[in-house]
């Protein structure tokens, strides 16, 4: 056989591959495997949506923009955010409440205290991640 014949030969073979017996059951197994990982995915970012809400609504109702001596305006905003503050701090005592989480005060936590617990929380969720992809392999 000449390379001229060869060519042509293998392109025709490798173009139509062969049908194994346990596609079906590869195929299943491999969008099984893509719909868990969305799942974990959802959850991970929707639980990191949730603590940076909770820390960006903590961080917002500290803020004290109209402290101190200032112009009229600037006092009027604070009272405004303040007010605003309190009702958003009113708001979610009153859904922590009804989710039976009324004891619950992250609020006495200080900001490093918080970085710490979200960082140890998102090196378990990575040493979990770690463990399960060892184990898929």
């Known amino acids: ?3 001229d014949e060869f060519d042509p030969e293998i392109e025709r073979l490798f173009a139509r591959s062969p049908q194994l017996p346990d596609a079906a059951l590869f195929t299943a197994r491999v969008e099984q495997k893509l719909q868990k990982g969305s ?10 949506g949730v603590i940076g809400g909770v820390v960006a609504v903590r961080e917002t109702m ?3 923009l ?12 604070g009272q405004g955010i303040r007010s605003v ?3 958003t701090q009113s ?7 009804q989710l039976g989480l009324a004891n ?10 918080m970085f710490w617990i979200a960082a140890g929380a ?3 969720v990575a040493a979990a991640g770690v463990m399960k992809l060892s184990q898929d392999m």
């Open 66 to 77: 109209g402290a101190g001596d200032g112009v009229v305006a600037g006092n009027a905003l």
């Open 91 to 97: 708001a979610v005592q009153t859904g922590l409440d």
């Open 1 to 3: 056989m000449s390379a």
């Open 104 to 113: 619950l005060e992250l609020g006495s936590m200080g900001g490093m205290q």
């Open 85 to 87: 503050s309190f009702n």
């Open 39 to 48: 799942h974990i995915r959802f959850l991970a970012l929707g639980l990191a």
């Open 122 to 124: 998102l090196i378990a």
């Open 62 to 64: 500290s803020v004290n």
